[in-house]
C-alpha cells in the first residue's frame, strides 16, 4: 500500500512537472472570476416577451451555472488523463517503474488517482464557491449542490478511467477530441431526451450511457421551480457506479496488454 502512495505522489509530481497544475489553476480562476461576476449582478433579462430580474429566475440560473461547471470538471478530468499514463510508456519511466515489484495494475491506477486528485481539488475549489455564491446571493440552499458535486466526482471518475485507457491505444490529440465530443453528446442526450418523444440514438445513450448530466441535473432539481425532472436517483446513482466499474476494469485490462520498452 505504501508504493502505492508513492506512486500517486510522482504521478501528482509529475502533473506539477509538465505545468499541468498551473494550466488547470488558471481555468479554475477565470471559472471563478465568471461566476463572481454573474452572481454579483441582478440584471433584467427576457423571458417569453416578459421582462423578469434575474432575481426572479435564480433557481435557473443556478442550476445552469452549476450543471455547466460539473460538466466542465467531468471534460477536465478526461483531458489531464488522455496523457499521463500515456506518457509515461514513450519517455520510458513506465518500464523504470514497472521494474520494480510494481503490479501493473498498481501503477495504472496510482497514476490515474494522481489525475483525480488534481481534478478534485480544483473541481472542489470551483464548485464550492459556486455552492456558496448562490447560496448567500442567490439563497439556494446547499445541499442539492453537494449531492449534484458527488455525482459530478463519479461521473469524472468515469470519463478520465476511459480516456487513459483510450490513450493506449489512440493518439493524444485524438483522445482529446473524444473525451470532449463524448461529454458533449452524453450531456445533450441527457438533456433532450427526458423530454423528447421521439429522441431516436439520443434516448439510447441517455438510458444507457453513464448519467454525466442527468444525475447531476436530478441532484439540483430543487433549485427549480414548477420543472420536474424525470429519473429515478437510486437507479441512476446504479448506472453511474456500473459505468465507473467497467471503465476501471478496462483501463487494467488494457495495460496489461501494452508492450513495454516499444
Known amino acids: 500500500m505504501r508504493s502505492f502512495w508513492l506512486l500517486v505522489a510522482e504521478a501528482v509530481g509529475d502533473a506539477f512537472r509538465r505545468r499541468i497544475v498551473g494550466g488547470v489553476a488558471i481555468a479554475g480562476l477565470l471559472s471563478i472570476a465568471m461566476l463572481e461576476s454573474c452572481t454579483g449582478c441582478t440584471p433584467s433579462i427576457n423571458v417569453n416577451g416578459e421582462v423578469r430580474e434575474l432575481v426572479e429566475v435564480r433557481g435557473a440560473f443556478g442550476f445552469t451555472t452549476f450543471l455547466v461547471l460539473g460538466l466542465w470538471g467531468i471534460a477536465l478530468a478526461g483531458v489531464l488523463a488522455s496523457d499521463h499514463l500515456r506518457s509515461t510508456l514513450d519517455d520510458g519511466s513506465a518500464s523504470l517503474f514497472l521494474a520494480r515489484p510494481v503490479p501493473r495494475e498498481s501503477f495504472a ?79 445533450l442526450a441527457n438533456g433532450v431526451a427526458p423530454f423528447a418523444n421521439d429522441a431516436g440514438w439520443l434516448a439510447a445513450i441517455d438510458r444507457v450511457g453513464p448519467p454525466l448530466a442527468s444525475s447531476m441535473a436530478l441532484a439540483l432539481a430543487p433549485w427549480l421551480e414548477g420543472v420536474a425532472i424525470p429519473g429515478d436517483g437510486v437507479r441512476l446513482a446504479a448506472r453511474g457506479v456500473a459505468w465507473a466499474i467497467a471503465a476501471l476494469l478496462a483501463l487494467v485490462f488494457a495495460f496489461r496488454r501494452v508492450e513495454l520498452g516499444r
Open 109 to 187: 491506477l496510482a497514476r490515474l488517482t494522481g489525475v483525480m486528485g488534481v481534478t478534485t481539488v480544483a473541481g472542489g475549489i470551483v464548485l464550492g464557491i459556486a455552492a456558496f455564491l448562490l447560496a448567500t446571493r442567490s439563497g439556494l440552499p446547499v445541499a442539492p449542490a453537494l449531492s449534484a458535486a458527488g455525482a459530478c466526482a463519479l461521473g469524472a471518475l468515469t470519463v478520465a478511467t476511459l480516456a487513459m485507457a483510450a490513450s493506449l491505444v489512440l493518439p493524444r490529440a485524438v483522445t482529446v477530441l473524444l473525451v470532449l465530443g463524448s461529454v458533449g453528446m452524453v450531456a
